[in-house]
């Protein structure tokens, strides 16, 4: 507690000396999300790195969403507390194996979930998060489409838009660890629970759902709903905002192996770090990065 407290004193002195905003996923560890001056999913937090005027961002997060904000925002220092913090879905597609795809349908869109690297999203058309993915989908005016990585979430996002997807098959090893079997077992034991969702998790668990959406979607919805208690099937650290925001509601995770390791490997020791010695810092190489840019700019113009 009182070593707590004199790590977030020492962030205090820093993000002013450094001129420096956090940015945290609602993934992170709570004592991260505590001192962050943004908690967000994937699409709110690309929105604020590309709109900040700090010099300096400190991304709590996993690496692909680091390296989104140095895309958007190349003239800043992006830091994260942890660069062992990858995500197994990004590592699931490679340019290679893309680029033979692309040769296989020459005139299909490519259409890439921000949860890739910055060298995939180099060769795509347009990125998406959970956040808009149906949107974007719904802007193309495309006879095929390649979607990567994640093949849930492009199973959901076919089904709510009725385009046929050329789906890549990557997933999330934390959502897709949720099976039909646990969601039964959980409304069995609180029969008055509404069960929200995460569309990175298994169709069939998807189908289950009360509410699908993203992690802010889903945090939104229960903040407004006048339903007391929830069974919610996306990663733990969503419990920080959901607790926060209705103290009186009761939250059951779905698993208790809902949890992302990746995301918990930084903690407020090494955010403190990362500010005092400026690393380790995001770099991506500017050709990349240029290509990159117009991917994921695409995305933010989507309404
Ligand atoms: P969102 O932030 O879009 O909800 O995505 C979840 C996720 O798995 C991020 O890694
Ligand atoms: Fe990747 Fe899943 Fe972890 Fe998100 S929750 S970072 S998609 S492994």
Redesign the pocket.
């Known amino acids: 507690q009182e070593q707590n407290r004199q790590l977030r004193e020492r962030l205090e002195q820093l993000k002013k000396e450094r001129n420096a905003i956090i940015l945290a ?3 992170q560890r709570d004592e991260i999300q505590e001192v962050a001056d943004f908690r ?6 690309a929105q604020k790195a590309a709109a900040t005027e700090a010099e300096v961002i400190v991304f709590c ?2 690496h ?2 680091g390296e989104s904000a140095k895309i958007l925002a190349p003239d800043k220092t992006v830091l994260i507390p942890d660069e062992r913090a990858g ?1 197994p ?1 990004a590592d699931m597609v490679n340019v290679e194996g893309l680029r033979k795809l692309k040769a296989k349908h020459p005139n299909a869109k490519v259409v890439t979930y ?2 890739s690297s910055a060298e995939i999203k180099a060769e795509t058309d347009i990125c998406c ?3 808009n993915a149906v949107r974007v989908i719904e802007s193309l005016d495309a006879e095929e489409i390649i979607w990567v990585p994640d093949k849930n979430l492009g199973h959901y996002v076919q089904e709510k838009t009725g385009k046929k997807l050329i789906i890549w098959e990557g997933y ?1 090893n ?2 897709d660890m949720l099976t039909v079997k646990d969601v039964v077992e959980m409304k069995a034991k609180y029969p008055n629970a509404q069960f929200v969702v ?1 569309p ?1 998790c298994r169709p069939e668990v998807v189908a289950m759902g009360d509410f699908v ?6 945090i939104d919805y229960c903040k407004k709903s006048d339903v007391q208690e929830f069974i919610v099937g ?2 733990d650290g969503t419990g920080y905002q959901l607790r926060k925001d209705s103290p009186e509601k009761d939250f059951h995770f779905a698993s208790k192996f809902l949890v ?1 390791p990746n ?1 918990k490997v930084n903690n407020l020791k090494k955010l403190v770090k990362c500010l005092e010695t400026m690393k380790p810092q995001i770099y991506v190489p500017p050709t990349v990065a240029d290509k990159a840019r117009q991917s994921l700019e695409r995305m933010l113009q989507v309404k």
């Not at 959406?213 to 889903?218: C, E």
Request: glycine share 8%; net charge negative.
């Open positions: 996923h609602y993934y967000g999913d994937s699409f709110l937090l997060g996993v692909f969403m995500c879905m921000i949860n998060t959970s956040a999330c934390t959502h995460h990175e959406g993203s992690t802010t979607a889903i996306t990663e992302c995301m």
